[in-house]
């Protein structure tokens, strides 16, 4: 006689078996390749992850919150590492992983890539020194793209405002880490080679963020980011991590930076050191007028002896020396005007290395207490005294408020 079987609701059966796998498996770390990527459009990501000899595949599912923490942009092939815990769907009864985390298989991995890629571009000619272009030593604008909230970025202001205070500076925001970062960061240097307009035309784009590991610096290893830089029509510093980090986007970029603050004193001459060469320049030109003249008054002075010797015919000689005379304060006249223009020319860009012309277009100069300059709302409290600096005057101010929000 048969015994009696349980009977199981279907839906019971399949949470039962959830349970079950849960219990026995936990969290766990699975390797494999990539398969079937797919990116939907609520963020989540659906792919598969197949064993090293094919014999097996595991359904996965990443959703929205994990996905957004990748530090890189899987595809199909890659060799990846992924944690999470075991489940069922169980409208369809499926086995699948729900990972909560995801990294590559290793550095060597990531390396094979680096130098993979490298080697398809340099044979399009992105990294040949004859694509390379000077950089402009005396720039009106300078433009950076990096993120808002990187030390960077306040690296490379701090130091444009300490060597060059004069030079206006456009920032492009981009987030510098993540799979969502290679996009963002090629759009941004496009943006930056758009600008047409005149008042806010830049001479030259600083590409940069700080140091980190291999995969925090791999979105500058991406494809998109390494074109729009090779393809970009100003020329471009890339200031990317630690003087021993290199990435693709220091081969395709006209100057290469060791940090980002050496991108910034790269990109511009100190003031005071611009001000010393016109000075320089200034002082030879008037050397070179005054000595031109004083070897022409030596060169009358010699015709007018000449004129003086005995046996000559007065009238002849006085003839010469009416027409040399005549040249004479001719030749001085047009050398007086090229260096007039000269020193006008020198004088020009002297006068445009002045701050007043910046505060004249609207801008302002915002110092503490201590005559500091003042560049984020993070170096002012509530309560704290500054200086507003405009082209006809100075006003004194207190904090009484932060707006939130402010420092974006």
């Known amino acids: 006689m048969r015994h009696m079987q349980a009977m199981w609701d279907v839906s019971a059966l399949v949470r039962a078996i959830a349970e079950t796998l849960g219990d026995q498996f936990g969290a766990?770390?699975?390797?494999?390749?990539?398969?079937?990527?797919?990116?939907?459009?609520?963020?989540?990501?659906?792919?598969?992850?197949?064993?090293?000899?094919?014999?097996a595949s595991l359904r996965c599912a990443m959703f929205r919150r994990a996905a957004s923490g990748l530090d890189f942009y899987p595809q199909e092939g890659q060799h990846v590492e992924i944690w999470g815990r075991v489940a069922v769907f169980e409208p369809r009864g499926e086995l699948q992983f729900i990972v909560e985390a995801m990294r590559q298989a290793g550095a060597g991995t990531l390396m094979a890539q680096?130098?993979?890629?490298?080697?398809?571009?340099?044979?399009?000619?992105?990294?040949?020194?004859?694509?390379?272009?000077?950089?402009?030593?005396?720039?009106?604008?300078?433009?950076?793209?990096?993120?808002?909230a990187a030390a960077a970025l306040h690296d490379v202001v701090t130091a444009l405002q300490r060597r060059a205070p004069h030079v206006e500076v456009l920032i492009y925001p981009a987030p510098v880490q993540g799979v969502e970062a290679p996009p963002l960061l090629a759009q941004a240097i496009r943006e930056a080679g758009r600008n047409a307009d005149p008042d806010t035309v830049i001479d030259t784009l600083i590409v940069c963020r700080g140091g980190g590991s291999m995969e925090d610096l791999w979105a500058f290893n991406d494809e998109r980011v390494v074109r729009a830089i090779a393809a970009s029509p100003i020329p471009v510093v890339c200031g990317v991590g630690h003087e021993t980090d290199i990435t693709l986007a220091?081969?395709?970029?006209?100057?290469?930076?060791?940090?980002?603050?050496?991108?910034?004193?790269?990109?511009?001459?100190?003031?005071?050191?611009?001000?010393?060469?016109?000075?320089?320049?200034?002082?030879?030109?008037?050397?070179?007028?005054?000595?031109?003249?004083?070897?022409?008054?030596?060169?009358?002075?010699?015709?007018?002896?000449?004129?003086?010797?005995p046996g000559d015919g007065l009238q002849r000689q006085q003839q010469r020396l009416d027409r040399l005379a005549r040249r004479l304060v001719e030749a001085v006249r047009q050398q007086q005007t090229r260096r007039s223009a000269r020193l006008d020319v020198l004088q020009a860009r002297l006068a445009a290395l002045d701050p007043a012309h910046v505060l004249a277009r609207g801008y302002a100069w915002v110092r503490d207490g201590a005559g500091q300059p003042i560049s984020t709302t993070a170096a002012l409290s509530v309560g704290d005294a500054f200086s507003v600096v405009l082209s006809d005057g100075r006003i004194e101010a207190v904090v009484t408020a932060a707006l939130p929000g402010a420092s974006a």
């Open 28 to 55: 766990v770390t699975v390797q494999g390749e990539l398969g079937q990527f797919t990116r939907a459009a609520s963020g989540h990501s659906y792919f598969t992850l197949k064993s090293s000899d094919g014999a």
């Open 114 to 148: 680096f130098e993979q890629l490298k080697a398809r571009l340099a044979l399009e000619g992105l990294f040949d020194a004859a694509r390379k272009r000077a950089i402009n030593a005396y720039p009106r604008r300078i433009g950076v793209v990096t993120s808002l």
């Open 250 to 309: 220091d081969f395709a970029a006209d100057v290469r930076a060791p940090t980002p603050t050496a991108a910034a004193e790269m990109v511009a001459v100190a003031r005071a050191d611009a001000l010393a060469v016109l000075a320089a320049l200034a002082r030879q030109a008037q050397g070179r007028v005054q000595r031109r003249l004083e070897r022409d008054e030596q060169r009358l002075d010699r015709l007018q002896l000449r004129l003086a010797r």
